[in-house]
């Protein structure tokens, strides 16, 4: 694959992202669009250690650990988000 054609999908997957993040009423919503966001983030780090650094996989790495992170930050969210629910019986953003 060619290296314009995945940065202009990650630049589109990083925008719904921030426009998602920027718009959402909802908290699960919100971080379904955080994790499209580190999504984006990931793919650049893997094409561009494809592209200049084949033998040493920095970027393949990093991007497993920024997922480890992003799963651990879902998690927490979720049960942030499931207990505020428990208790307002809504999950709006004010």
């Known amino acids: 694959m060619m290296l314009e ?3 202009v999908l990650s630049a589109y997957l ?3 992202g921030i426009y998602g993040l ?3 009423q909802n908290m699960v919503r919100a971080l379904m669009c955080l ?3 580190l999504n984006a983030i990931n793919r650049n780090f893997v094409t561009f250690s494809d592209l200049f650094d ?3 996989l920095k970027g393949d790495i990093f991007s497993i650990f920024v997922i480890t992170i992003a799963a651990a930050e879902t998690a927490i969210g979720l049960a942030i988000v499931s207990s505020i629910y428990r ?3 809504y999950t709006r953003i004010n």
Do not use: D, M, P, W
């Open 5 to 7: 054609h995945v940065l």
């Open 14 to 16: 990083f925008s719904i």
């Open 22 to 24: 920027f718009t959402s």
């Open 35 to 37: 994790g499209l966001i």
């Open 54 to 56: 084949s033998h040493q």
């Open 87 to 89: 208790n307002r019986k």
